[in-house]
């Protein structure tokens, strides 16, 4: 299934009303743009509309962490990158990079997804099907150099006296 390298989504254009009152993408937008590229992996994967009105069960993201690296501006086109970092049965890590039509990355974001079953809600196992095709993934990602910025945690640095 998966090539040896990150899944590309398709390019999104950047709509007039995802710009703030600095002239440059809202935060919140950030996130709606690698949601829409992690769907179209989602599919791939076997989720979608069809698997929860099929099953009742879906995706969740659980944690979802947005670095900021350069600002993107009305008209622009933006794809993203999709690594898979690692999974269980419930539950996948991954890692998004944002990538401007000229080739620089705008922005990172990093997620934990879960596999939920609506009827409790609760964390659920993914069907075997679904799961094979995850670890098709991951295992193709596997030899990849890891991602610039995977696990990195917010703080102040503070100079030790």
Do not use: C
Not at 50 to 77: C, P
Not at 86 to 98: V, W
Not at 118 to 137: C, F, H, N, W, Y
Not at 143 to 160: A, E, H, M, N, Q
């Amino acid at each position: 299934m998966p090539e040896p390298k990150p899944f590309m989504s398709t390019w999104h254009e950047i709509e007039p009303g995802w710009i703030d009152y600095n002239n440059h993408l809202n935060m919140g937008y950030y996130t709606v743009l690698f949601d829409r590229a992690a769907d179209e992996v989602f599919e791939q994967f076997g989720f979608g509309p069809d698997y929860l009105n099929r099953t009742n069960h879906t995706t969740f993201s659980g944690e979802f962490h947005l670095r900021y690296l350069r600002e993107v501006k009305l008209g622009d086109k933006l794809r993203s990158s999709f690594y898979l970092i690692d999974y269980d049965e419930k539950r996948f890590h991954t890692f998004q990079e944002l990538y401007h039509e000229d080739g620089w990355i705008s922005a990172t974001g990093e997620g934990l997804t879960l596999h939920v079953d609506l009827t409790g809600p609760k964390v659920a196992p993914m069907p075997s099907d679904i799961l094979d095709r995850v670890s098709a993934m991951q295992r193709a990602h596997a030899d990849l150099p890891r991602p610039d910025g995977v696990g990195r945690r917010i703080g102040i640095p503070r100079k030790s006296a």
